[in-house]
């Protein structure tokens, strides 16, 4: 059964919250304090993908046109090389694009090739190394997509 992609509801809150603790450690893992503030910003927007009535994964971004941030891509661990992932940000990129968003930026760590690797399927380059960007310790990749121009 393919994934269904629709929009965040205060009810899906403690399952996002379960998922991101379960996708990453401790320390880049947000606390529920975090996950709130980021999905009670006026500029985010996050959706959820389901299978039946199991979460599958979420995307939370946040877009200020022409620029948008992916705060984080979470897809539970059955649901991986899925392409839920790849429709949650298909999905997503749509919404930026509407809103006339030109430039996505994220973060994601360099010692995670997967992450890199899906990032750069995608269109994303990374621009930047920010040193020491998680736990103190961890660099990350500042990756810039752009959009429009036939993208």
Known sequence: MPATIRP???RDFPAIHKLDLAC???GIS???WTLQH???LDSSDCLIAEEGKQLAGF???ESNPPLAHII???IAAAHRRKGVGSALLREMEQHFAYHGVLSVLLET???NGSAVAFWGRHGYSAEAVLKRYYLGSVDAY???KRLGSGK
Request: glycine fraction near 0%; proline fraction near 4%.
């Open 38 to 40: 980021f999905l009670d």
């Open 72 to 74: 984080t891509l979470d």
């Open 30 to 32: 947000y606390s529920k």
């Open 59 to 61: 995307i939370l971004a």
């Open 8 to 10: 965040y509801e205060a």
């Open 109 to 111: 760590a360099v010692d």
């Open 142 to 144: 500042e990756m810039r």
């Open 24 to 26: 990453f450690v401790p």
